[in-house]
């Protein structure tokens, strides 16, 4: 009787009958307590497939019919997406939703405590640490613009070597932007040539196409992760051995720094980090400021501020040339405020108001962060409601920037690239929107947005003041573009010709 039972339940339809109602429950099953709708997923993957190569824009969609506030399961993450103003606002800015969510694909790999996924008070510690640190080594003062104009004429250098030719600028200008980061956190640059410098620049912009494996190890277990990095499909292998040159690259750093340490030589934020953890070393406070935090933050600053710059600067650039009278105004204003000779510096930035202006509409028209980083609940008991909504804790909130960014109720005419709608009615003054999401806001919000906008005025300021730019063939360039966590111009080939001998 019971080998006939067990043989009707290994029967395939009885099995494929089984799998289809379990995967109806797992569909149909409302998140808890939640008056939350949203789309229907598959089960273990949720919406995964159908949220298409342009997520923001899917998402969008979706709040058509569900609402600005819907629910979403991607993966193994229940998601709340929020698609206004009123509700990014009133969530990014509540203490509940300062958690992150814990599933992040190193871990599967090796255990790391990334600055980003910190919670509770050993993160408000570590950020407070870290604004600290990021003005006392100078943001916007001199000694980081002398690391930026480095770079800033080493790649002028590159560019003339060119002799007028096109060239491909994303990762001549992700190794500037790489090396900025290296001088502020490990206080050194290296050589373009040196083995070490491809192998860290291969970590963000690697060299075969890595959005499945990301996309796949940010949404799945991390079991289902190293699985994959074991059988060496879809790119998790590659990927695994990127973190692991990361890893490697940190723990080399933080333990040479530890050799030579020199209290009254502090100039990175190794270096720093180190001076506190010694410091409170001696009053016995051994639980927050230690070696797993450093190296968490080392590896952190590197996921956050790469690319984001990057392509910040690579979309500025690339609109000088699609806006050809934008660049014509900006270089008018360079050559008013610093001439041909003098160097641009970031202190004279309230001078070039057009120019603020310009990398403010770049930032809103392209929104090319499309989607916030994700937050989450904090693991608190609190019940939280989002526009009266109330959200469960743990799950994650998908903030879709794109969409307030490009809301007619915000913004004049959104689709229309207008740098002026930044600048005051006496033309003399920017005028900021706090709609503008770029840098998130809240507590949580990027703690690199000063470093990033000087080097964005700075290589902005520095290449329109020699040279003028335009696309491969002078032709209006292709705007087409990669999606990620943000976007990337998919072709950035500029020609740079040299302004030194227009009359001006
Ligand atoms: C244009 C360049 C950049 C953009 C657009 C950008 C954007 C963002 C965004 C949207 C977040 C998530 C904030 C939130 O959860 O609400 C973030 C977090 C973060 N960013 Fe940036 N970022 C940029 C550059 C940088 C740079 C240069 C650094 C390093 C110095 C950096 C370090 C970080 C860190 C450490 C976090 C995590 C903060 C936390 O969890 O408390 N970012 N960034």
Redesign the pocket.
Known sequence: MLNEFVEYLSHPIVIIFVILILSLIYVLKPIPDSQLRGPLGLPLIGYVPFITKKPHEKFVALSKKYGNVFSVKLGVNKSVVLADWASIKEA?SKEECLG?PQQIFFNAFFPVKN??M?EGSV?KEQ?RF?LKT?RDLGFGKVAMEDHIRDEILDLCDKIEKQNGEPKELTKLLGGSIMNI?LA?IAGKRLNRNDKEFKRLMETNFPERNMTIATIGATTLSTSITKFLANCHVLGFNELKQLLYTLKGFAEKQIAEHKENFDEANITDFIDAYILEMKARQKIGDVSIFKDECLFGITI??FG??IT??V??LSWTLLLCCYFDDCQKRIQLEIDNVFGSERLPSYSDRTQLVFTQAFILEVQRWTSF?PI??P?SFSRTLKDTYIQGKFIPKDMQILAIFYAVNKDPTLWQNPDEFNPERFISEDGKRIVHHEALL?????K??????S??NAE?FLFTTYLLQRYNICSSDGSKPSLECNFGP?TQPKYLNLRFTARKDEKR
């Open positions: 990014l992150r600055f980003a910190l993160w950020r870290m990021l980061l502020f952190g600053f956050a501020g984001t710059t392509d910040l962060v916030n980083l937050r770029t840098f998130s806001l809240g949580r919000s990027c703690p690199g947005e470093m990033a964005v943000s």
